[in-house]
């Protein structure tokens, strides 16, 4: 099992750029979420998904947007990048709600 | 509301000494979750423990020990005889209500000196 997976692990955006954050698990985990981590503030949540074909948000949604057509994957968008993204992107599942989650290795973004 | 408070935001002891990380949660929901994750220096979040709100016996796992207090609203963790390799950033974290999601603390990072 790779658990876990993120791509890239690091990236640097300019201003207004768009891309999309990968994330893989094949540990057949119905919960997937993503959360970003700032200095000093822990870990927010942006969007999570208790399936494939439901998304909700999470505390910090502005600015991204997931989608989820397969159990295994949750790409994150982000659309028109700004430096206020600047952050640790983590990947997370579970296999059901409430209970520990496993985490990806994380995705450092840069947005200058 | 949940909330998760983790007043220490640094800690540095001595190889062998015994150290204590503080966790105070607000919830209004009577049952709930409560967890501990380590994030070592490579990055990724390790899961530690998982307890619910209606077990309030303490755990210990080799040397490490969580308290669960309820009438203080703490889940503290305490290792002993720290090592190196203990030297880590720590979240508390707290899911409750039925709900999806899952709230953390802002972390306390432990190093451990030889």
């Known amino acids: 099992n790779a658990g876990v997976t993120q791509t890239p692990k690091f990236r640097i955006l300019k201003i207004g750029q768009s891309m999309t954050l990968q994330c893989t698990q094949d540990m057949n985990h119905n919960y997937m979420y993503w959360y970003r981590q700032d200095p000093g503030m822990g870990l927010k949540l942006i969007y999570y998904s208790v399936g494939a074909g439901i998304t909700d948000k999470g505390e910090v949604p502005n600015g991204y947007n997931v989608s989820r057509s397969t159990t295994e994957d949750f790409p994150l968008r982000l659309e028109l990048a700004a430096p206020s993204q600047t952050s640790v992107y983590f990947c997370?599942?579970?296999?059901?709600?409430?209970?520990?989650?496993?985490f990806g290795p994380g995705t450092r973004l840069t947005v200058t | 509301a949940q909330k998760v408070t983790q007043a220490q935001t640094e800690i540095s002891v001595v190889e062998k000494e015994d150290v204590t990380l503080d966790c105070v949660y607000e919830t209004r929901d009577t049952t709930y979750y409560l967890f501990w994750y380590k994030q070592p220096p490579s990055g990724e979040l390790v899961f530690l423990i998982r307890?619910?709100?209606?077990?309030?016996q303490n755990e210990i796992s080799g040397r490490y020990s969580w308290n669960f207090q309820k009438s203080t609203s703490s889940f503290n963790f305490t290792i002993t005889a720290s090592q190196v390799v203990d030297s880590a950033v720590y979240f508390c974290a707290l899911s409750s209500g039925g709900r999806d999601d899952m709230r953390f603390g802002a972390g306390t990072r432990l190093t451990v000196k030889p």
């Open positions: 997370a599942s579970s296999f059901g709600q409430q209970i520990e989650q496993y």
């Open positions: 307890r619910n709100s209606f077990d309030e």
